[in-house]
């Protein structure tokens, strides 16, 4: 502890300065801010969906893009298959890919997809 020696206006005032307790305390506040980003932080990563690729789950995918082009009748594109079949982009590439395999599909000049 420290003592310190103040003069206003020919008034002294002494003052106990308690360093050690103030500087614990700013370092603990410090510590529970940085945790608390940490933790927003970790939540927000642990949302993203987990693509699982495996021959049942991509043969799934290929008949949600077959049967969305199905019903449509007509040429689309990637966005567009996967708005119609509920399902993301990387799913629908994936089942695009399964169903050209199978020479299910043709490609057209505008980067649309049609059934063969």
Sequence with gaps: MRIKEFNFNSI??????????T???KAAEVKETAAKKTTATKKTAAAKAVLVV??????FKAGDVYQALAAAEKALNVKEIAKAAKISEEE????????????KLQGTEDNKIVLA
């Design 12 to 21: 002294n005032i002494l003052s106990i300065m308690a360093e050690k307790k």
């Design 54 to 59: 495996n021959a049942e789950n991509i043969g």
């Design 23 to 25: 500087t614990t305390k």
């Design 92 to 103: 629908t590439l994936l089942g695009l890919g399964w169903l050209f395999k199978e020479g």
